[in-house]
């Protein structure tokens, strides 16, 4: 099929700022598609004009009747960072569709405060969670972050706050590259007053203070940096736990016995993408579970309440699972390695000898490896240091053959 649909990228210098193509598929348009905003830039035309369906879910169903007809979407900037071209190419084969991108927010901004943009991390809270910052505040690093609107400005201020970068320098880019373009500047504990539009954009210089939270995207966060009863999988055993799952980019993790929620968080934080679902039953440990998600940066953390294996049913499957709870009931971890995907990864720790007798009979089963984990730390024996031998933790690792 022809390409019937264009992607159009606009800023705000509106129609003057596009180039000769975006000019021409856009005067020959039988349709054009985009914000109230974005089509005030646009002159007048026999095209029929349809303002962006609300709520964003709705386009599928309003796109794809106009297959066929040539039809011009407008967006902001680059529609490929963070823009509406990722979601149309989930319906339509992009051998179907031309992109004529304009220059990005994060080019613009970059631009205006003198920041190298691959020196910098990118992200946007544009209809996303403010807590999906969390992981990217670190010492001496500068982030370019689009906002939802002028309320998402006080909200980083204070997340930044909160974890000691009181005194990091916020940028705001109001309007960039239009005739109301406006730039102000202030530390994070020093949030004016003023208002600011919504169309905004934020260069965040992090400034850490002496007892500021760094949090590194490393596997084997501080046991103190979760909220938790003290079940939760410690450490040095956590780390080694995330090191044998092995997370990449865009896969998805089941946390069976979730507890706390450490692993999850930490499977979701260590990869671009990664999602996890944390199966848990207990009603207290599912609020420790939404805490550490806001506090730690997986507002997208999915918790499934109730008891496993039940509660797998109707799940997506997982391409890696850890099991640190619960392994001795039935069907709990056969019914996960049914699900778990051809080369998928499963995990399991225990601490008793009833469930190394378990954990021996599934290396039988499945095969994989065996490792005990024994670990010492420091306490005092009256005046004199001593280390004390924690727990020791047997952990199984296999991978599902493809």
Same mark, same amino acid.
């Given at each position: ?219 084997? #966060?501080?046991?103190? $940096?979760?909220?938790? /009863?003290?079940?939760? &999988?410690? +450490?040095?055993?956590?780390? %080694?736990?995330? *090191? ?41 440990? #599912?609020?420790?579970? $939404?805490?550490?998600? /806001?506090?730690?940066? &997986?507002? +997208?953390?999915?918790?499934? %309440?109730?008891? *496993? ?94």
């Amino acid at each position: 099929m022809s390409r019937w649909l264009t992607i159009v990228g606009m800023g705000e210098d509106g129609w003057e700022g596009l180039s000769a193509r975006a000019h021409l598929v856009v005067s020959k348009a039988e349709v054009v598609v985009g914000s109230e905003r974005l089509l005030r830039f646009v002159p007048q035309s026999p095209a029929e004009r349809i303002e962006w369906p609300q709520p964003f879910s709705a386009v599928v169903d309003r796109i794809k009747p106009l297959q066929g007809r040539r039809t011009v979407i407008l967006a902001t900037g680059d529609p490929l960072n963070f823009g509406v071209a990722r979601k149309l190419m989930e319906f339509i084969p992009f051998e179907e569709m031309e992109i004529i991108p304009h220059l990005s927010a994060f080019s613009l901004a970059a631009s205006r405060v003198g920041w190298s943009l691959p020196d910098c991390d990118t992200l946007t809270l544009h209809g996303r969670d403010a807590a999906n910052i969390e992981p990217f505040i670190q010492p001496d690093v500068r982030l370019i972050v689009l906002t939802a609107d002028r309320t998402t400005i006080p909200e980083v201020a204070r997340r930044l706050v909160a974890r000691g970068f009181g005194k990091s320098q916020i940028t705001v880019l109001e309007n960039m590259g239009g005739e109301r373009e406006r730039q102000s500047r202030f530390l994070a504990d020093t949030l004016p007053a003023e208002q600011h539009s919504d169309l905004n954009t934020l260069a965040i210089h992090c400034t850490a203070s002496p007892h500021a939270k760094i949090q590194s995207r490393l596997a084997g #966060l501080p046991d103190d $940096a979760f909220v938790h /009863d003290g079940q939760l &999988t410690k +450490r040095e055993v956590r780390a %080694a736990t995330l *090191a044998a799952l092995a997370p990449t980019p865009d896969k998805l993790l089941w946390d069976v016995g979730a507890g706390c929620g450490s692993i999850s968080v930490e499977w979701m934080r260590a990869a671009r993408g990664c999602m996890s679902i944390a199966f848990e039953h207990d009603a207290e440990r #599912l609020a420790m579970i $939404a805490a550490n998600a /806001d506090a730690l940066g &997986t507002p +997208r953390l999915k918790v499934v %309440a109730g008891e *496993a294996p039940a509660t797998y049913a109707g799940q997506p499957k997982p391409d890696a699972i850890f099991i640190g709870g619960g392994l001795w009931l039935p069907g709990i971890v056969e019914k996960a390695w049914e699900a778990l995907k051809p080369g998928g990864i499963i995990v399991a720790n225990v601490v008793t000898i009833e469930g190394e007798l378990h954990l021996y009979d599934l290396h039988e089963e499945h095969g994989g490896d065996i490792v005990r984990m024994d670990i010492s730390s420091l306490t005092h024996v009256g005046r004199l240091r001593a280390l004390r031998p924690r727990m020791a933790v047997t952990q199984w690792r296999a991978q599902k053959p493809w």
